[in-house]
């Protein structure tokens, strides 16, 4: 049991000191120039974050087809309804806090109720945020778009996975939420790894029990499965970036292999992956199930890898949640 | 006198929209729910965009070139449909299936529903930024089309329109006209009592908008101002329509409680009794001097 080669990891991906470290909001800003080299359909939308959204990368490129809102997120979202009903494919750009925090509504109904194909980049998403504090750590920003029909959700795993979301969301005909950390993060998957809509992929093969993780937490699942396999215990990781539409095969069939599944995600646990995964195996599949993930409670501040130890996300946290899943495993049917 | 549009046009108009503030009667009391006052007083504004204002094909609505118009207080849209019924989008029986399950005419307006009403609306102030941004993006690309933004005056409530209107003043939209249905009312009473709204104008007017005031009931004067919009190039222009609320039946008109309700949707509201229907289709003022005049 070891790490699945199709995968296309990167060769020295358990070596976290080698690893290149970046943010997945680096991916955004370097998938938004590509996206716009595609397409001349595509405009940026900013509200006063430019530099931190890396929105600003598009913007140097093509300052035309960059557009400035000010502080203003709720105008944002309708000022791109409108021109995405006009046939543009805007990119509205924020912290996750702001958007799709304050400008829900607007991103229901003119966005999502209207059927217009706006991309919504939430950035600074998670704890990771650090020193901002709570009112900047967005923890519910996945449950609010994942409930709202015909968004699509996803959450990158590394900066070259946030590269290829972006790229796919402007492709997508549809609405979709595309969520961003501030914090470096180990970039681990390659240009070769696959990535599509609607798709997860096993990095990691496992019989024990499954983790089913996404955004930057991915990596630390699969150093948990590295720490738990020197205890004997081989876990499955599963990176499902696109939290909607679910992969129900990838993980229906990591469920059936393992009877155990441990959920990992820099969010509350309610309402994102972890929910989204229950209500698949709740129906199709039941096994017993840990939510790794916010507790039901606001971040606060510090550094970012104190902050993800402190709210139970980090490594030793999802190797407890693997242990106590194992031991409410039932027999095998 | 207008430059714009003839004498016998204006009549032809205030007739039109007489006939189809009876039809909005009908479907309001066919439906049984559903808002009177602001599609009333709207009635002949809605007229003449569709009849003399818009550039549009009723049998293509689609059409890349066509004139957008945006409505943000989409609780109106018994005038929209109304008037797109009488101008040929959809047969005027389709009328009577407002708010109906299975209807295209649904209760707000939905675009995925209805072709031609260019976008959904209901919870007030988003139609603005919208139509901004559909003005922004067809002047990236050249085009000639204008749009439009039918707007209540008590939307103005909401933080969202007004930062729409900072950001069509900045990027100087002078494609986009925003009109505004002053008919001073809204759910809970007079606008000046829930939330003063006064002085509007100096308020667009310090936003860096161009602003005109018509009387909203004169067909005439509202094309007139749609005509001198055009001609402002440095900003984006705002007509201050002030209308009656319930406009065309004496009985309605001015009384915010006929704001969200329908004729006929008694027992127990004496505004709102069971056989008023028909009187109030009776009653709707004809061209016997009330409909322009009563305001010269």
Known sequence: ?333 | MSHYIHDEKVKELEVKANEIRKSLIEMLIAAGSGHTAGPLGMADIFTALYFHVLKHDPKNPEWSERDRLFLSNGHICPIRYATMAHAGYFPIEELKTLRKFGTRLQGHPEREKLPGVESTSGPLGSGLGQAAGVAYGARMDGKKFRVYCAMSDAEHDAGNIWESVMFAAANKLSNLTGIIDRNNIQINGITENVMPLESLRAKYEAFNWHVLEVDGHNIEQFVDACEEAHAIYEKPTVIIAHTIPGKGIEEIEFDYRWHGIPPGSGPTDIFAAKDQGAAFLAELRTLGGKIQSEHE
């Open chain 1, 1 to 333: 049991m070891s790490i699945n080669l199709q995968a296309k990891l990167v060769a020295n991906v358990t070596d976290t000191t080698a690893l290149e470290m970046k943010p997945t909001r680096d991916g955004y800003g370097t998938g938004l120039v590509k996206a716009g080299e595609k397409d001349p359909r595509v405009v940026v939308l900013c509200a006063d974050l430019a530099e931190s959204t890396r929105s600003q990368w598009f913007r140097d490129k093509f300052p035309e087809r960059y557009i400035e809102l000010g502080v203003a997120e709720q105008n944002m979202a309708t000022v791109a309804s409108g021109l995405a009903n006009y046939g543009k494919i805007p990119f509205i750009s924020s912290y996750a806090a702001f958007s799709p925090g304050r400008n829900n509504e607007q991103i229901r109904t003119t966005i999502a109720l209207n059927n217009i194909p706006v991309k919504i980049a939430g950035a600074h998403a998670g704890v990771s945020v650090g020193p901002d504090g709570a009112t900047h750590q967005a923890l519910e920003d996945v449950a609010l778009m994942s409930v709202i029909p015909r968004m699509t959700v996803l959450v990158p795993c590394d900066a070259i996975e946030a590269e290829k979301a972006t790229i796919a969301a402007a492709e997508h005909p549809g609405p979709v939420y595309l969520r961003f950390g501030r914090e470096k993060s180990p970039v681990f998957t390659t240009a070769e790894t696959p990535f599509a809509i609607g798709k997860a992929v096993l990095l990691r093969e496992g019989k024990d029990a499954a983790i089913v993780a996404c955004g930057m937490l991915v990596y630390r699942a699969l150093m948990a499965a590295e720490e738990l396999a020197k205890e004997g215990i081989e876990v499955a990781v599963v990176n499902s970036p696109s939290v909607k539409p679910l992969d129900a095969d990838a993980i229906l069939k990591v469920a059936r292999e393992t009877g155990a599944v441990v959920t990992v995600e820099e969010h509350q646990v309610h309402g994102g992956l972890g929910g989204a995964v229950a209500e698949l195996l709740a129906r199709a599949y039941p096994v017993p199930m840990e939510f790794v993930g916010a507790q039901d409670r606001f971040g606060e501040s510090g550094e970012p890898d104190e902050l993800i130890e402190v709210f139970g996300m980090g490594t030793p946290a999802i190797i407890a949640a693997v242990h106590l899943v194992m031991t409410r495993k039932v027999a095998p049917r």
